[in-house]
Nanobody, 126 residues
Framework: QVQLVESGGGLVQTGGSLRLSCAAS????????MAWFRQAPGKEREFVAT????????YYADSVKGRFTISRDNAANTVYLQMNSLKPEDTAVYYC???????????????????WGQGTQVTVSS
C-alpha cells in the first residue's frame, strides 16, 4: 500500500508564503512523476505543478508560474511545493499525486496519476 501524506497547509495573508510537503510511504513503488493539484469549493480539481522524478523536469500551470516552485528530495521520498506571493484565488485544498506510468503528454490530467494524498487546506486571506 502506497501512502501520500501532505502537510504544511494553513492560513496566510495575501502576499505571504507557504511550503507544502508530501511524503510517500508504504511499499516501494517506481514513480515517474509527482504532482500537486488543487480544488476550490464548487470547482473542479485543477493542475498546479508536476515534477518528473528522474530528470527532474518541472511543469506549471500558468496561474502559478513564477510564484510556485515544485521540488523533490529523493532520499526523503518527499515532494515540496513552495508557494510565494499567495493570492486569495490560491485558496483551495491541495492534493499530492504520484504517477507510476511514463507519459509524454497530459501531465495536467488527474487520470494520469495513480496515487493521491488526502489533501491539505490552504487559505489566503485578503
Amino acid at each position: 500500500q502506497v501512502q501520500l501524506v501532505e502537510s504544511g497547509g494553513g492560513l496566510v495573508q495575501t502576499g505571504g508564503s507557504l511550503r507544502l510537503s508530501c511524503a510517500a510511504s508504504g511499499r516501494t513503488f517506481s514513480r515517474y512523476a509527482m504532482a500537486w493539484f488543487r480544488q476550490a469549493p464548487g470547482k473542479e480539481r485543477e493542475f498546479v505543478a508536476t515534477i518528473i522524478w528522474a530528470n527532474p523536469y518541472t511543469y506549471y500551470a500558468d496561474s502559478v508560474k513564477g510564484r510556485f516552485t515544485i521540488s523533490r528530495d529523493n532520499a526523503a521520498n518527499t515532494v515540496y511545493l513552495q508557494m510565494n506571493s499567495l493570492k486569495p484565488e490560491d485558496t483551495a485544498v491541495y492534493y499530492c499525486a504520484a504517477s507510476t506510468r511514463p507519459f509524454s503528454s497530459g501531465y495536467a490530467t488527474p487520470a494520469k496519476y495513480d496515487y493521491w494524498g488526502q489533501g491539505t487546506q490552504v487559505t489566503v486571506s485578503s
